[in-house]
């Protein structure tokens, strides 16, 4: 059983920075893409940012700039550093990886909450 942890949310001011990590574990062979999505209140979740098993990244327009995504692949981990973060950075962040287990699947972590208000 694979399971992904999050870790990282929490209230931060606005122009204040956050780092997210999200941790898989159990039977994994590989991890291919790595992903975070956020859903603010009322919207659709969204695109944050994602970084490929070569290390390729991508950034929603929203963010480019001021967030930065990485992964250590030993630990299994991927990291979102959140910089200049303003109120409508206000969102519940998910990872989400695409992992070679007995098949290959998408895996979500549980969501973690980020408020960014004075």
């Known amino acids: 059983q694979v399971q992904l942890v999050e870790s990282g949310g929490g209230l931060v001011q606005p122009g204040g920075s956050l780092r997210l990590s999200c941790a898989a574990s159990?039977?994994?062979?590989?991890?291919?893409?790595m992903d975070w999505y956020r859903q603010a209140p009322g919207k659709q979740r969204e695109l944050v940012a994602t970084i490929t098993s070569g290390g390729s990244t991508n950034y929603g327009d929203s963010v480019k700039g001021r967030f930065s995504i990485s992964r250590d692949n030993a630990k299994n981990t991927v990291y979102l550093q959140m910089n200049s973060l303003t109120p409508e950075d206000t969102a519940v962040y998910y990872c989400?990886?695409?992992?070679?287990?007995?098949?290959?699947?998408?895996?979500w972590g549980q969501g973690t909450q980020v408020t960014v208000s004075s």
């Open positions: 159990g039977r994994i062979f590989s991890i291919d893409s």
């Open positions: 989400k990886m695409k992992i070679y287990s007995r098949v290959r699947a998408d895996y």
